[in-house]
């Protein structure tokens, strides 16, 4: 090991056997832990993380169920740990649990008067909440739940802002049976309809509005408009966060405080099955209407828990920031369940990183002393482009562990985040993980696995990947193929929502009995995982995954549009742009019309789904089967074709002829 800057540095000499096509990168150098960090590490070296990583290889199922009965709560026994019909599974069967009480109840034991959550507000606000006042905030809250009609099975579907209330909601839910659905407070009329529509949701929670950089985002007025199209929701529960004025319709909407105001905070949390649903999140598929992810109670619960302690080594005085909305399964995992469940300390936030300047993250770090901080690539490259001197002006010495989420990390934005961010002394996890999985499947056991810029490393104990071509043969060393998982685990998910036969053909069709990830990767010659991207028409934007489909939906739904194409092209900060082909009806194409259509891209979808490039054309390149030719639209959203950004129409199908042997 050599010393390099302060840095534990090797020189991985390790020559790459395989001269795929596919390994374009050629990283090698490696940060193992730097001994101040090993200090206290639960699991501290290699052997320790193979020992445990073998032993749960050599039965999963035995090791689960060790596990399930040492760190969850049981009002029942569960008799069955596995039930294994693919693609159904059910873990720890027979067992009553309830996620809430795992979070709550048992820490009043030993951490009541822990601090459990410190939240800040955009304008600068600060509430704290210990594990005690937090379960007296959602006890109370589930009982006002109970008192505006909500019962065990309903689905509550949950838009607001990032501020406390959100995390009580999800817990009070959890805590009665009822099922949450959290939609960003980002999405549209449109979308929220949509959802709600999906799981039948009978209550929706929301706030009179939320702060976005210094102004106000009317998020009453949205649900209002959704509600119009949610003929099942019956009841809307409005927080007063921003004092707006808003319309509350008689019959229909309550005020959160007034229901507080009559119940008390004495609610024991319901015994549930360990298979009860939890939550649906909808994410985005390769077909079709986003799909309701369903998670249910025991598993899921067992696997947030373990995965959070496991790759953020968590200790008892640890101020843990995770920087992600409750609106995706990152906020779910590892803002709420996972660290709640741990006993943890987290800070929760409600702005951006941005505002009022854009050293708002490090001011945060240093206020709070946080000691971890959990954050996507976007936001890394976003303050790389900002520049050093926001950083410059805070002592982050607090930190002591960094990790990445959503996408892959380019090496250079790595070692900007270790250097300037982790002063050189912090390891960084890069989790790769999906809605689907319900927590972390791969990433550094901190302690244990030395990183290497750009990869998430290995799996986490009970987790089985392997690397499949299209025949299902595993690949060689080195060489890029569909990432697959061979054995079931808790925290998965439990189906789509309402949709057995797209939950069947998206996940298992491909390799029968197998869980098939929808991402490409290969395995270097250390056994070192590398994530090269979607198999699918899925767009990742800023972390979030994003439909081509839903894309080209909203854009047909316009009464000029004939036909479009959404492709996701290289964006040096979002990771990937939109950018869209679009045959017009018969009007003529303007820059007027562009902007049309981003903004009813953006009211169909929300403002993360707004198209970044419009393309007008004459008709769109399809293959003879008629299958839109993607690789060739991308090519010439990148540059590649050269024919630059024009408002004009043209005609690309001249180019099919060039490719059609390619794509098919
Ligand atoms: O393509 C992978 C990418 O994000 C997808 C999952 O997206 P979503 O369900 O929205 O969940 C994001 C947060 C867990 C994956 O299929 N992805 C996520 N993490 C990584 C990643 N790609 C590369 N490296 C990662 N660490």
Redesign the pocket.
Same mark, same amino acid.
């Given at each position: 090991m050599s010393d390099n800057n302060g840095e534990n540095v090797t020189e991985n000499t390790n020559e790459n056997p395989s001269s795929s096509i596919d390994t374009v990168m050629q990283e090698t150098r490696l940060f193992p832990p730097t001994d101040s960090f090993l200090e206290g590490c639960e699991i501290g070296s290699l052997d320790a993380y193979e020992a445990l990583y073998d032993r749960a290889k050599a039965d999963p199922v035995a090791f689960w169920e060790d596990l399930a009965r040492n760190e969850l709560h049981w009002f029942e026994d569960f008799h069955t740990t596995l039930n294994w019909n693919v693609p159904n599974a059910e873990w720890f069967v027979g067992g009553k649990t309830n996620v809430s009480y795992n979070c709550l109840d048992r820490n009043l034991e030993n951490n009541a008067d822990k601090t459990a959550i410190i939240w800040e507000g955009e304008p600068g606000d600060v509430r704290t909440f210990t594990y005690r006042e937090l379960h007296s905030e959602v006890s109370r809250l589930a009982n006002a739940f109970k008192k505006a009609g909500v019962e065990q099975g309903d689905v509550v579907s949950i838009y607001m802002p990032m501020v406390p209330e959100l995390a009580f909601a999800m817990l009070a839910c959890a805590r009665i049976g009822a099922v949450h659905s959290v939609i960003f407070a980002g999405f549209s009329a449109e979308s929220i309809a949509d959802r709600n529509n999906d799981a039948s949701a009978k209550v929706q929670l929301t706030a009179d509005g939320a702060y976005r950089r210094g102004k106000v985002l009317e998020l009453k007025k949205i649900v209002d408009e959704a509600l119009e199209k949610s003929p099942t929701v019956e009841t809307c529960i409005v927080l007063a966060r921003t004092d707006t004025a808003v319309e509350m319709r008689e019959g229909r909407d309550l005020w959160w405080h007034d229901l507080l105001e009559q119940v008390d905070d004495d609610c024991p949390a319901t015994p549930l099955d360990s298979e009860a649903p939890l939550f649906i999140l909808y =994410?985005?598929g390769s077909t079709g209407k986003p799909k309701g992810?369903k998670h249910t109670t025991a598993g899921y619960n067992l696997y947030a828990k373990k995965s959070f302690e496991w790759v953020f080594d968590i200790r008892d005085d640890d101020i843990f920031w995770c920087t992600?909305d409750c609106g995706?399964?990152?906020g779910h995992t590892y803002v709420a369940y996972g660290p709640l469940c741990a006993g943890a300390t987290i800070v929760m936030f409600e702005g951006a990183p941005n505002y009022p300047a854009e050293d708002r993250f490090w001011e945060l770090i240093e206020k709070h002393k946080i000691t971890i901080l959990y954050t996507a690539?976007t936001a890394i490259r976003a303050f790389i482009k900002w520049g050093d001197h926001h950083v410059d002006k805070h002592d982050l010495s607090s930190l002591r562990l960094l990790g990445?989420?959503?996408?892959?990390?380019n090496p250079e934005a790595w070692m900007w985040y270790h250097h300037k961010i982790g002063g050189a002394r912090c390891p960084i996890v890069?989790?790769?993980?999906? =809605?689907? =999985?319900g927590g972390?499947m791969?990433?550094p056991l901190p302690g244990a696995i030395a990183t290497k810029p750009g990869s998430?490393t290995k799996p986490l104990p009970g987790i089985l990947p392997a690397i499949l071509d299209d025949s299902g043969a595993p690949v060689r060393e080195n060489q890029g193929g569909k990432l697959v998982l061979t054995h079931p685990w808790p925290g998965m998910l439990r189906g789509i929502w309402g949709d057995d036969e797209r939950f069947q053909e998206a996940y298992w069709d491909m390799f029968p009995g197998l869980y098939l990830?929808?991402?490409n990767a290969r395995c270097d010659e250390d056994g070192y995982y590398w994530?090269m991207?979607?198999i699918d028409d899925?767009i990742?934007v800023s972390?979030?995954?994003l439909s081509t489909i839903e894309i080209e939906s909203a854009l047909v739904s316009h009464e000029k549009v004939a036909e479009a194409a959404a492709v996701g092209r290289k964006d040096d900060l979002k990771g990937q742009a939109i950018a869209v082909f679009v045959t017009l009806i018969d009007s003529e194409p303007s820059d007027e019309l562009k902007q049309e259509l981003r903004m009813h891209v953006r009211k169909e979808i929300g403002a993360l789904a707004q198209p970044d490039d419009i393309r007008f054309t004459n008709a769109l390149p399809k293959t003879r089967s008629g299958k839109i030719m993607r690789r060739l639209l991308k090519d010439i959203a990148e540059g590649n074709e050269n024919l630059g950004d024009t408002t004009t129409l043209e005609d690309y199908t001249v180019l099919t002829q060039l490719r059609a042997d390619d794509e098919s």
């Open positions: =994410t985005s992810i992600a995706w399964i990152t690539p990445t989420v959503g996408e892959g990390i890069d989790t790769w993980w999906q =809605t689907e =999985t972390i791969m990433s998430c990830a929808g991402d994530i991207g979607r899925v990742n972390g979030h995954r």
